[in-house]
């Protein structure tokens, strides 16, 4: 099968139309070029459609694709750091095995009374009748509470946040400026951030040598050791807690602005997610068991990352030649993009695909589907480490902003802004109504 595409005009290709609205050209050119879509965007690219096409990327055949040079080249590491994020071959198992027990359900467990303290405090804020930006409130509180679970409870930051927002900003527009080296443009956000970076990197560095909290994910990640005794250089600490200041707040402060939003335009699964907190959590301080038995809550959040998946795009290298399960053929080198966003929205896998649907994640919906039409966090030996405290993160925050507020929607329909995450075009303005009791 020969992959075919639109219309690409010479040198710019695609480019115009994919600058100009990314997720719905990506979606009508899946529409009408099918399981395999070759579009030209500075290089020719492979669109992947097709769940089984995808698992044979991310799983069957992992071993031949690799991340994008734009992370692990060294323009990506100066960015990123030489972390698991940007690491590959045997340098990224033998990290990812390193890290892999801090983020075992269990170990993650620990830091849920870090976020439930995170979400009542910035609760307390709130008042009836103010009006809010539940983006900017979810990405704050998102921020605060990786902070607070890297150096300790207690640990309290606000300049912290602010570096951490700055660098956040700063690499958004590196990798979406169309200037050469946007980086050594003597601009405001560059020097801001180089002065921001300065503070992050003490910060981190002096909680590597003196802890606040012996607790924190940054003391357990400077004594964990390899098989062979050897443990992580300061360096090598500093630049996986740098990953997690970024990985760690931002898709999933995104995820529960999006879910709050879903909520306020369906009042009836709302009073269905209400209606369980009071059957299965009551008056009590959730737990890990209780929140794990939040399934029709669990579901909305399914339902939610289906239709606006934070990670909404990343890309594949293939090291060598290959043949899709669809027939398509890979050359080495080709770059391939894989899109939650269009696949978590094909009519192949989800009938009426842009209504909101938490039945769609029944156990019985979620068995009669292929395991790669849903993706939220990747797959395969690139999983996204962080999934249990995620998910264990939103169901919390949830469990708390619910029972207490309901929000009053302002303005149009919000629309998607995928940007490196999937973010709220224009925050999601609403007013917080407090709750009677």
Same mark, same amino acid.
Do not use: C
């Given at each position: 099968?020969?992959?075919?595409?639109?219309?690409?005009?010479?040198?710019?290709? !695609?480019?115009?139309?994919?600058?100009?609205?990314?997720?719905?050209?990506?979606?009508?050119?899946?529409?009408?070029?099918?399981?395999? #879509?070759?579009?030209?965007?500075?290089?020719?690219?492979?669109?992947?459609?097709?769940?089984?096409?995808?698992?044979?990327?991310?799983?069957? !055949?992992?071993? !031949?694709?690799?991340?994008?040079?734009?992370?692990?080249?060294?323009?990506?590491?100066?960015?990123?750091?030489?972390?698991?994020?940007?690491?590959?071959?045997?340098?990224?198992?033998?990290?990812?095995?390193?890290?892999?027990?801090?983020?075992?359900?269990?170990?993650?467990?620990?830091?849920?009374?870090?976020?439930?303290?995170?979400?009542?405090?910035?609760?307390?804020?709130? !008042?009836?009748?103010?009006?809010?930006?539940?983006?900017?409130?979810?990405?704050?509180?998102?921020?605060?509470?990786?902070?607070?679970?890297?150096?300790?409870?207690?640990?309290?930051?606000?300049?912290?946040?602010?570096?951490?927002? #700055?660098?956040?900003?700063?690499?958004?527009? #590196?990798?979406?400026?169309?200037?050469?080296?946007?980086?050594?443009?003597?601009?405001?956000?560059?020097?801001?951030?180089?002065?921001?970076?300065?503070?992050?990197?003490?910060?981190?560095?002096?909680?590597?040598?003196?802890?606040?909290?012996?607790?924190?994910?940054?003391?357990?990640?400077?004594?964990?050791?390899?098989?062979?005794?050897?443990?992580?250089?300061?360096?090598?600490?500093?630049?996986?807690?740098?990953?997690?200041?970024?990985?760690g707040y931002e898709t999933v402060g995104e995820a529960l602005a999006w879910t709050l939003y879903l909520l306020a335009r369906h009042p009836e699964v709302e009073a269905r997610v209400r209606a369980e907190l009071a059957e299965v959590l009551g008056e009590r301080t959730p737990s890990p068991e209780g929140l794990s038995r939040l399934t029709y809550g669990r579901q909305v959040l399914n339902e939610s990352m289906r239709l606006y998946p934070p990670t909404w795009i990343f890309v594949r290298m293939a090291l060598g030649k290959d043949t899709l399960p669809s027939g398509a053929p890979v050359e080495a080198g080709r770059k391939l993009y894989v899109s939650q966003y269009v696949v978590h929205r094909h009519p192949r896998y989800f009938s009426e695909p842009d209504r909101f649907d938490p039945d769609r994640f029944t156990p019985q919906a979620i068995a009669a589907r292929p395991r790669f039409s849903y993706f939220p966090f990747g797959g395969g030996p690139r999983l996204c480490i962080g999934e249990h405290f995620a998910v264990l993160e939103m169901q919390a925050v949830l469990s708390q902003v619910l029972p207490a507020f309901r929000f009053e929607l302002s303005g149009d329909a919000v629309t998607p802004r995928p940007t490196i995450t999937l973010r709220p075009n224009g925050g999601v303005p609403a007013v917080a109504r407090r709750r009677a009791g």
């Open positions: 099968m020969i992959p075919r595409g639109p219309f690409a005009l010479p040198l710019a290709g !695609n480019l115009p139309w994919f600058l100009r609205d990314k997720v719905g050209f990506l979606t009508r050119s899946a529409a009408a070029y099918g399981d395999v #879509v070759k579009l030209h965007l500075g290089e020719p690219t492979y669109l992947l459609t097709r769940a089984e096409d995808i698992q044979h990327v991310l799983v069957d !055949n992992a071993v !031949n694709y690799d991340k994008s040079w734009r992370l692990t080249s060294e323009r990506g590491k100066r960015l990123s750091g030489r972390g698991l994020q940007t690491s590959a071959g045997a340098t990224h198992l033998r990290q990812r095995r390193l890290l892999q027990p801090e983020f075992h359900r269990r170990s993650i467990e620990t830091f849920l009374p870090i976020v439930l303290d995170r979400t009542r405090r910035r609760l307390s804020g709130w !008042n009836d009748g103010q009006r809010l930006d539940l983006a900017a409130e979810m990405e704050s509180l998102s921020l605060s509470t990786i902070i607070g679970a890297l150096f300790g409870p207690g640990y309290l930051d606000p300049a912290l946040e602010e570096a951490l927002t #700055v660098r956040r900003r700063y690499i958004e527009y #590196v990798y979406g400026s169309l200037l050469p080296y946007p980086e050594a443009w003597p601009l405001p956000l560059v020097r801001r951030y180089r002065a921001a970076m300065r503070y992050i990197d003490a910060v981190i560095r002096r909680e590597i040598r003196e802890p606040a909290s012996p607790h924190g994910f940054a003391a357990r990640l400077a004594a964990i050791a390899h098989p062979d005794g050897s443990r992580m250089t300061e360096d090598q600490v500093r630049d996986e807690i740098l990953s997690l200041t970024s990985t």
